[in-house]
């Protein structure tokens, strides 16, 4: 019975914080309870919560396609224009959205956790996962277009689910960056977040690459999301070519942000916790 | 043997304080354009962070805590308490220092951490219930009685932010109260909901204190205080102060707080009367007729009270009485001594000023913290009263020679009888 009792050892914040990971495992009720609790905190009480999720993905598509009719421009994209960029889109949303909720992690759940000890790894991780539910959403209005345009994917589908793990990591990593970092610069935040918005004009997600002028494709070709987004797409509509440089220095990012991200914010999260 | 289940050795705590902690990008920008300049002109260069002055809201704390001991945190406003407990729960790192901590932990610094007012009171529960630790079949195992102590009853599907104020906190407080851990941290969240509910919950609170529980409390509530924990620990600026038996450190800490023995009552204007006659101070003495400000149960007190009257005002004198009513810490009156009554009438003669003395040869009371009014009649007129005059603080001494005193929720009286238990 005494062997069996919970010891809890206090000391100061050291340079290389650990992760409890039994810790983390005991709290997984408390993981899953905080992903429902941000579901339903942001669809609560709304009667067109679906339409509100693809709204703004579904406003860009109308937007660009007429632009693309209206200038006659050659996309050089070999699936309808539409799917192209609703389909980069959404996935854009879900990285852009879930990137910006991690790097705000500590002042959102302020409540949480200036009242409460929560393992450390538990409030970064939240949207993670509860964001999915938007990407989740978004996908229904995909399949009907896909249906539509009589567009199926083949064996390649299986190719989503690593690009969705590489985009979940680059979203953490950079995430865990930017919480860090706007510890001491706090206009680091506006900063990121717009810089996000913009760096989906210089990513494959509404101009293809084909799209871009020459000499600017080192430009494009430096956003991590490149690999990740074009990996998705092959994955959806089974296109021959699988991007191998790109996906490569994609994953190579990832796990590089991830690995930056983690050293800084468990080593700096208690003093974010004491700034709020 | 007793075995320690808190062991804090030499926790300090520091805080920066000037700057919010940020460095503004508009600063480093001029900083950064201007460092050439400075450089070439032999200025100092700014540092990028401000100069910070530190604050220490815990120095050195050390102190262990017995299974199943209920500790007291007490101390002014900033003495460290919350820090404190915020350290151990781990909410905050300590700058310097260690503490090991076996057992399981509730930490209630608030009630309803996590609560969403979008979400049904059941929601809630599950919600709150798993923030503290609880896996979704405990709380399931509890859900039936967090419900009825809560009372919510068939709400309990309703978002919570229809509730009334009073069926949100009840609903807080009944999960905190069936967190069951082996150690339980409260930072004063006892005060919710109305008065039944509120003894309900210290009703519970002296249940989930009972056992093998241990428990560390943070209250400004002394009456609490002295009620509940058998030990307390008193920070003064970060430091502890005093950590032993309650009665001593309260009756220390009223001590250290309470400067003067003898108060004067000549700042109250908060007393009602015609004024013709009115209490200018009341003291404490012992049998000796030393001024003391501690008295132990069954010991001789004598109240002196300073007074000063209006002769011509007052004229002929048919009736006087001059009372001193105690009440206990819940502002309940326990007795009355009317001169008029217990001095048969012969109320001492009153002159310009003087001080009257009331003698109360074995005090019946139980260690604890009580009130005294003051009020004089004259002539069945009110001249002065006084609610809450002075503060009476009695520790503990061997009243019916038995080496026991009887638990406080029997009364705060004692009296001794000449017929015994049989």
């Known amino acids: 019975m005494k062997n069996q009792e919970k010891i809890t050892y206090i000391q100061p914040a050291g340079r290389f914080a650990k992760i409890d990971l039994e810790e983390h495992w005991r709290a997984r009720y408390m993981f899953t309870m905080l992903v429902w609790k941000k579901i339903r905190a942001s669809f609560g009480e709304m009667y067109f919560w679906f339409f509100w999720v693809c709204a703004k993905p579904l406003l860009y598509v109308m937007i660009f396609s007429l632009f693309k009719h209206w200038s006659q421009a050659r996309t050089g994209v070999e699936i309808p224009y539409v799917l192209y960029i609703y389909s980069g889109l959404i996935l854009w949303y879900y990285f852009l959205e879930t990137a ?85 610069l706090r206009d680091f935040q506006k900063i990121f977040e717009f810089s996000l918005y913009l760096a989906m004009f210089i990513s494959p997600v509404i101009f293809s690459p084909s799209m871009i002028p020459e000499a600017f494709h080192w430009v494009y070709h430096m956003n991590p999301m490149v690999g990740a987004l074009i990996g998705w797409r092959e994955g959806l509509f089974g296109s021959a070519s699988f991007p191998w440089g790109a996906w490569v220095y994609s994953c190579s990012f990832a796990v590089l942000a991830l690995i930056v991200g983690l050293y800084l914010y468990l080593r700096f999260e208690h003093e974010m916790i004491e700034a709020i | 043997m007793a075995e320690s289940v808190i062991e804090v050795f030499d926790i300090s705590k520091q805080y920066e304080i000037g700057s919010g902690g940020g460095l503004s990008m508009s600063k480093l920008a001029r900083e950064t354009a201007l460092w050439p300049y400075r450089k070439m002109r032999g200025q100092s260069v700014l540092p990028l962070y401000r100069k910070r002055q530190n604050f220490w809201p815990l120095r050195d704390v050390s102190f262990s805590v017995d299974r199943g001991e209920v500790v007291g945190i007490i101390g002014a406003n900033g003495a460290g308490k919350s820090t404190l407990l915020k350290i151990l729960s781990r909410i905050v790192t300590p700058t310097s220092g260690s503490a090991t901590i076996r057992g399981r932990v509730s930490s209630l610094i ?305 009296v001794r009888f000449d017929n015994e238990w049989r």
């Open chain 1, 100 to 184: 910006i909720d991690v790097s705000v992690n500590i002042k959102a759940n302020a409540a949480l956790v200036t009242k409460i000890y929560l393992p450390r790894m538990i409030t970064p991780t939240v949207p993670l996962l509860a964001n999915l539910m938007d990407l989740a959403i978004s996908m229904i209005p995909l399949i009907l277009m896909m249906i539509h345009y009589g567009v199926y994917p083949g064996w390649q589908i299986l190719m989503i689910i690593p690009t969705l793990l590489v985009v979940m990591i680059t979203a953490m990593g950079t995430g865990l960056i930017i919480a860090t970092i706007t510890l001491r």
């Open chain 2, 110 to 414: 608030e009630v309803g951490t996590g609560f969403n007012a979008n979400l049904s009171g059941r929601e809630n529960v599950f919600l709150n219930a798993s923030l503290h630790g609880l896996s979704r079949e405990e709380v399931a195992a509890r859900f039936d009685e967090i419900v009825d102590f809560s009372g919510v009853g068939k709400f309990i599907d309703t978002p919570v932010k229809h509730y009334s104020s009073g069926m949100y906190s009840r609903l807080a407080f009944s999960v905190a109260a069936h967190l069951d851990p082996d150690l339980l941290f409260v930072d004063e969240v006892l005060a919710v909901g109305d008065m039944a509910f509120q003894q309900k919950c210290l009703n519970r609170f002296s249940e989930m204190v009972g056992g093998n529980r241990t428990v560390l409390f943070v209250s400004h509530n002394l009456s609490a205080v002295s009620n509940i924990c058998s030990k307390v620990l008193w920070l003064d600026q970060g430091r502890v102060r005093y950590f032993g038996p309650t009665e001593e450190g309260i009756a220390a800490y009223y001590e250290a707080t309470m400067p003067s023995t003898a108060q004067t009552l000549e700042t109250r204007f908060d007393r009602t009367g015609s004024g013709d006659f009115m209490f200018n101070k009341i003291s404490f003495y012992d049998s000796s007729m030393q001024p003391s400000e501690r008295v132990t149960t069954g010991q001789e007190l004598i109240i002196g009270l300073e007074y000063r009257a209006k002769l011509e005002m007052i004229g002929d004198i048919r009736d006087m009485s001059l009372v001193v009513i105690f009440k206990n810490d819940k502002g309940h009156r326990l007795f009355g001594l009317p001169s008029d009554v217990l001095a048969h009438g012969q109320t001492p003669r009153l002159t310009e000023t003087g001080e009257y003395l009331v003698k109360i040869p074995s005090l019946p009371l139980l260690p604890g913290i009580y009130d005294l009014d003051l009020g004089c009649i004259i002539n069945r007129a009110t001249t002065d009263k006084i609610v809450s005059a002075k503060r009476l603080i009695v520790t503990e001494s061997d009243f019916f020679g038995s080496g026991k005193l009887p638990p406080v929720q029997q009364g705060d009286l004692l």
